[in-house]
């Protein structure tokens, strides 16, 4: 059977011709695949290494050797077989060509095909130009998450990615589960009623800024992905596998953030999400014409959500995966599924070791006295 994401991830991508746009070249040079052996079992595996990733793990996935960026191939596979007869897939997609729905839905799509049925439960759909950008280009809403050569605050004094690139970082891995998630929730109702999602990323942003010390009158910005594919009027076809995501920006002063309630951090994470609309997106990709407009890294946490993309149930023929997670850890946060917890979300983000600590206390400080005793469990 063929999956025919095929045209796009086994080829190549270049600047197109007018050096304006990256574009797929599909010439059939093929992906990566790649073997591999070690001598270990899953739960040994596991045991030693798991839940925070590690220099080793770069083992788990071939080096391709480049020039740049343009000479990676944009699917690089290794599957490394262990001695208990499971195997560690380890994956890299480019962003370029896909997002996280759709990297989820090629590999569930590749897990499809191990069955050997005859069709796709989603054939996907190739068409890019669904998110052209208006001719001219118009944009009509504000954008707080993005900054460009005009907008840079230049009175700002602290610039938070670069002071965390320029410090050795360590992994912090902590896991929610369903009861704490639970408690977390509580913390709101029933005034307000809030998603999981909208929950932990207000605390985990609380957190982050306490952990950090800030200064208190800082503004600053949490920054999360928002799936636009039934924003948009006419929604995107099913099968879209492109980047149909934009970022939504909440923003605070840390010292609202910090001494304040929950609730109304949680409320302008809600009032982020509900700006994203038709012409919110519209506006988005007209403003991203714009060579000069970047992501504001300097002042934001940035969350992106890998627990409801479903990589939990992937199974290609071995059975569901023990542990899922990326291959290394950046400063940027990411919340995790559980294997054996579907309700549970493990959070997951670098930064230098004592902030890690302090990290750490601040998310589980909302625990009473019962509960202290399960903080182990986060860690």
Same mark, same amino acid.
Not at 104 to 129: E, G, I, K, Y
Not at 235 to 250: H, R
Not at 327 to 346: G, H
Not at 351 to 362: A, F, G, I, M, Q
């Given at each position: 059977?063929?999956?025919?994401f095929?045209?796009?991830?086994s080829?190549?991508?270049?600047v197109?011709d007018d050096g304006?746009?990256?574009?797929v070249?599909?010439?059939g040079?093929?992906?990566?695949?790649?073997?591999?052996?070690?001598?270990?079992?899953?739960?040994e595996?596991?045991?030693?290494?798991?839940?925070?990733?590690?220099?080793?793990?770069?083992?788990?996935?071939f080096?391709?050797? *480049?020039?740049g960026f343009?000479?990676?191939?944009p699917?690089?596979?290794?599957?490394t077989?262990?001695?208990?007869?499971?195997?560690?897939?380890?994956?890299?997609?480019?962003?370029?060509?896909?997002?996280?729905i759709?990297?989820?839905?090629?590999?569930?799509?590749?897990a499809?095909?191990?069955?050997?049925?005859?069709?796709?439960?989603?054939?996907p759909?190739?068409?890019?130009?669904?998110?052209?950008?208006?001719?001219?280009?118009?944009?009509?809403?504000?954008?707080?998450?993005f900054?460009?050569?005009?907008?840079i605050?230049?009175?700002?004094?602290?610039?938070?990615?670069?002071y965390?690139?320029?410090?050795?970082?360590?992994?912090?891995?902590?896991?929610?589960?369903?009861?704490?998630?639970?408690r977390?929730?509580?913390t709101?109702?029933p005034?307000?009623?809030?998603?999981?999602?909208?929950?932990l *990323?207000?605390?985990?942003?609380?957190?982050?800024?306490?952990?950090?010390?800030?200064?208190?009158?800082?503004?600053?910005?949490?920054?999360?992905?928002?799936?636009m594919?039934?924003?948009?009027?006419?929604?995107?076809?099913?099968?879209?596998?492109?980047?149909?995501?934009?970022l939504?920006c909440?923003?605070?002063?840390?010292?609202?953030l910090? $001494?304040?309630?929950?609730?109304?951090?949680?409320?302008?994470?809600?009032?982020?999400?509900?700006?994203?609309?038709?012409?919110y997106?519209?506006?988005?990709?007209d403003l991203?014409? $714009?060579?000069?407009?970047?992501?504001?890294?300097?002042?934001?946490?940035v969350?992106?959500?890998?627990?409801?993309l479903?990589?939990?149930?992937l199974?290609?023929?071995?059975?569901?995966?023990?542990?899922?997670?990326?291959?290394?850890?950046?400063?940027?946060?990411?919340?995790?599924?559980? *294997?054996? $917890?579907?309700?549970?979300?493990?959070?997951?983000?670098s930064?230098?070791?004592?902030?890690?600590?302090?990290?750490?206390?601040?998310?589980?400080k909302?625990?009473?006295?019962?509960?202290?005793e399960d903080?182990?469990?986060?860690?």
């Amino acid at each position: 059977m063929t999956i025919t994401f095929s045209d796009s991830l086994s080829s190549r991508i270049r600047v197109s011709d007018d050096g304006r746009k990256l574009e797929v070249d599909c010439n059939g040079e093929g992906a990566v695949f790649a073997e591999a052996f070690m001598d270990i079992t899953c739960q040994e595996f596991l045991d030693q290494h798991s839940p925070k990733p590690n220099k080793s793990w770069r083992k788990l996935l071939f080096k391709v050797q *480049a020039q740049g960026f343009l000479d990676i191939p944009p699917l690089v596979l290794q599957v490394t077989y262990l001695r208990c007869g499971g195997m560690i897939l380890c994956s890299a997609i480019n962003h370029c060509i896909c997002d996280g729905i759709g990297t989820s839905q090629f590999l569930h799509a590749w897990a499809h095909a191990t069955t050997s049925q005859p069709h796709l439960p989603t054939r996907p759909f190739h068409s890019r130009h669904v998110l052209d950008p208006r001719n001219p280009p118009r944009v009509t809403h504000s954008h707080p998450g993005f900054t460009g050569t005009t907008t840079i605050d230049k009175n700002s004094t602290f610039d938070i990615c670069k002071y965390l690139q320029s410090q050795p970082l360590a992994p912090a891995t902590l896991t929610f589960s369903t009861s704490h998630l639970l408690r977390l929730k509580k913390t709101c109702a029933p005034s307000l009623k809030c998603t999981t999602f909208e929950v932990l *990323a207000a605390h985990t942003w609380r957190s982050w800024a306490q952990s950090l010390e800030l200064p208190l009158t800082m503004l600053v910005k949490l920054l999360f992905s928002v799936n636009m594919r039934k924003k948009l009027n006419p929604e995107l076809p099913q099968g879209y596998y492109g980047n149909g995501f934009v970022l939504a920006c909440a923003e605070s002063k840390v010292h609202d953030l910090v $001494d304040g309630n929950i609730y109304h951090v949680v409320k302008s994470i809600q009032e982020a999400k509900a700006r994203i609309t038709d012409e919110y997106v519209r506006s988005t990709i007209d403003l991203l014409q $714009d060579k000069t407009v970047k992501t504001d890294v300097s002042s934001s946490l940035v969350i992106s959500e890998w627990a409801r993309l479903g990589l939990e149930e992937l199974d290609l023929g071995g059975g569901k995966p023990m542990y899922m997670g990326p291959l290394t850890s950046d400063i940027y946060c990411l919340f995790l599924p559980v *294997a054996e $917890d579907n309700d549970a979300i493990r959070v997951q983000m670098s930064l230098p070791e004592d902030v890690v600590k302090r990290l750490e206390y601040y998310m589980v400080k909302f625990l009473d006295g019962k509960d202290n005793e399960d903080e182990n469990s986060y860690v």
